[in-house]
Structures are given as structure tokens and as C-alpha cells.
């Protein structure tokens, strides 16, 4: 399990994340209703929402464990600001 969470794996693992919750905002924002769009929507916003937490945990724990480069950090903090907006989304 260890090989298979190296830097480039988290960093590419939590920009895939951020990026999908940014078109999602994209597509709400420019009210873009096309029902291909609207199916993978709803296909992939449970299983990215559930990635999200489970990704900031293990890159926190990365995090402290290891020496990190500064993309690494930075696609942490952008998931873990991403992980506070989409959750406060969903509570207020």
C-alpha cells in the first residue's frame, strides 16, 4: 500500500479531485443542462465527495510522515480548502 501512495500519485489524485468540483461550479455557474453532463454528474459527485475525505486524511498523514515537495503541499491545501467550500455547500 505504501508503494502505492508516492507524491506524484497524491498530487495527481487531489488536483483530479479539485478540478472536478471547479467544473462542477463551472457548469452550475454557466447553467449548462445537457443530460449527458447531468448523468455523469450525478455518477461521480458521491464517489469524488467520499475521495475527497479520504484523500485529505492521507495526504495530512503523508504530510507528517514524510518530506514533501511544495506541489504536494500545495495540492493539499487546495483539497483541503475545496473539502471546507463543498461541505459548507452542502450544510448551508
Known sequence: MH???TSKNLIIINFTIV???ILIWLIN?????FV???VFRELLTIPFLIA???FLGI???YLI???????TVISIILLAICTFITTKSLFF
Open 52 to 54: 475527497q475525505f479520504i
Open 3 to 5: 508503494k502505492l501512495i
Open 36 to 38: 449527458l453532463i447531468g
Open 19 to 21: 478540478f472536478y468540483f
Open 59 to 61: 495526504g495530512i498523514k
Open 65 to 71: 510522515e514524510k518530506q514533501t515537495n511544495y506541489l
Open 29 to 33: 455557474f454557466y447553467k449548462m443542462d
